[in-house]
């Protein structure tokens, strides 16, 4: 009989374990895992980067104007030229900071005083009466340039003019040019001024302009006028 040869122990021992897993090597053409991911980077840069552009401009504005609140309350001054209050007798507990509040489905970007209707509404510099327009949501307003052609003064929601208030008319700091009223889309049982502050460009146009935040100098107005 024939008998069977057994297999050495070394040889069984060399042969691979049931339970290993070696890595398979990658073969030519054979797409890479980090494809996708690199896709998603470049797809997360320019979103974050879109976003930036449509968003940024907003974000700054909104830190400029919580920063400039609170050098107001620290006793800081307006970055804006010194101007005149637009209504005498004010009290700095009437004053609130509504630029970035949102009226009638966009942004304030103005400041809205409270009073009497007729109460006289006064130049804040001197300057010239750019514009004089009737418009649905402002109602009587007055579009005012100061004499360097820099800023543009915006009265709005008047009663009325002025007597003898004219476009290209000179006016003085302090001069009497409307009254407070509440036209245009202002809450009848609420007279106020809507007031606003606008940085021209170099085109000049009374109709466009980068907004300014009031508050502070018409705060800092007040103030000065307090302390006489």
């Not at 021992?13 to 690199?38: D, E, I, M, Q, V």
Request: hydrophobic letters at 40%; glycine letters at 8%; proline letters at 7%.
């Amino acid at each position: 009989m024939t008998s069977l040869t057994t297999m050495p122990r070394t040889a069984r021992a060399a042969g691979p374990s049931s339970c290993s897993h070696p890595s398979k090597p990658s073969l030519p053409g054979t797409p890479s895992r980090n494809g996708p991911t690199l896709c998603v980077c470049i797809a997360v840069l320019f979103s974050m980067l879109l976003f930036s552009i449509l968003f940024g401009s907003l974000f700054i504005s909104l830190f400029v104007s919580l920063f400039e609140s609170k050098l107001l309350a620290a006793g800081a001054t307006s970055p804006l030229p010194q101007m005149g209050p637009p209504i005498r007798g004010l009290r700095l507990a009437e004053l609130r900071d509504t630029f970035d509040e949102v009226h009638h489905g966009h942004r304030h970007e103005a400041i809205d005083i409270v009073a009497p209707r007729g109460t006289p509404v006064h130049a804040v510099v001197s300057g010239t009466i750019q514009k004089l327009f009737l418009s649905k949501a402002g109602g009587n307003t007055i579009y005012e340039f100061d004499d360097a052609g820099v800023y543009c003064y915006y009265y709005a929601h008047l009663d009325r003019y002025a007597k003898e208030l004219r476009e290209g008319m000179r006016v003085e700091r302090g001069s009497v040019i409307g009254f407070v009223g509440s036209t245009g889309n202002a809450d009848l049982r609420t007279p106020h001024l809507h007031f606003a502050i606008f940085r021209l460009g170099p085109e000049q146009k009374w109709w466009k302009g980068t907004a300014m935040n009031p508050y502070p100098a018409v705060v800092e107005a007040v103030r000065r006028e307090n302390t006489r």
